[in-house]
């Protein structure tokens, strides 16, 4: 069976030998690890694009200290009612990183096949590595390479995207479950950074075939000690405005006390 389009031609990919192979003839190696990468190096931006080693390895630590688990448990949630009575389903993890949220949604969805896909091959290798129960592959979120109609489900938490790769790769009636931060998400962070902290409205994305279904708010007090609180800022898009003294805060802090704010939503293909 062909999970996959190849990300040259777009034909059928089909496994023989670990050896992903089209009828072009254009061909994929599954890894030693058992991911496949189809991130052909015409699509690359960089040479090695994604977070790297010391990120993923931050990344792990904060998120295996359990400060992001209501989050998980909550589109977990949704997607197990989401995804219910439906055999041989397919859900495709956008962004995946090293596979915590996926690992996870894969135990719960029993049945259900789990796609992690993520453009840093570090990401995915060290996913796939520990994560047996997840098909990992390193690949563009703007180029999905899986065919017309494919998935039932998407998430995406965090991860941008192409619209209409996912309305072509969707099934009629699929959705996509998206996770952005809320408006209060991590205030305290941001009040060490800027001298008046403005809370956006968090925009409903416009994503063409779909229309919003639902919307939740997930919402929390976290209590991290001092890595925790250094490794989530490193892990902001505004670690790089930060000020030394809010580095040396954190680095000094016992414990640090900042909220957590996600807005979940629910997108269904119009079929």
């Not at 003839?25 to 931006?45: C, I, M, S, T």
């Not at 950074?193 to 809370?199: A, C, K, N, S």
């Not at 968090?202 to 639902?214: K, M, R, S, T, Y």
Request: some cysteine; charged content about 25%.
């Amino acid at each position: 069976m062909s999970s996959y389009l190849c990300p040259l031609c777009q034909e059928p990919l089909n496994l023989s030998d670990r050896t992903y192979k089209c009828a072009n003839n254009h061909q994929f190696d599954l890894a030693k690890e058992g991911y496949v990468n189809l991130l052909p190096v015409q699509h690359k931006r960089s040479k090695d694009p994604g977070d790297n080693k010391e990120m993923m390895q931050a990344r792990r630590q904060f998120l295996d200290g359990g400060h992001y688990q209501p989050m998980r448990d909550a589109v977990s949630k949704l997607l197990t009612s989401l995804l219910a009575g439906k055999d041989s389903a397919e859900l495709l993890d956008i962004g995946c990183g090293e596979g915590y949220y996926t690992s996870y949604f894969a135990d719960q969805l029993a049945g259900i096949k789990v796609f992690g896909l993520d453009i840093s091959k570090v990401m995915v290798r060290y996913g796939a590595k520990r994560y047996p129960n997840v098909d990992f592959l390193v690949a563009s979120s703007q180029r999905l390479p899986f065919a017309d109609n494919q998935l039932d489900a998407v998430v995406r938490i965090y991860a941008p995207c192409n619209g209409e790769e996912l309305a072509r790769a969707v099934k009629d009636n699929g959705v996509v479950v998206t996770v952005t931060p809320g408006s209060r998400h991590l205030y305290q962070l941001k009040a060490g950074i800027y001298d008046e902290v403005r809370l956006h409205d968090v925009p409903v994305e416009d994503l063409p075939g779909f229309e919003l279904e639902a919307e939740q708010t997930v919402a929390y007090p976290m209590t991290l000690n001092s890595a925790d609180a250094t490794t989530l800022l490193q892990m902001t898009p505004f670690a790089w405005r930060a000020p030394e003294s809010l580095w040396q805060t954190l680095k000094d802090a016992e414990q640090f006390d900042c909220e957590a704010d996600f807005t979940l939503r629910v997108y269904r293909k119009i079929s």
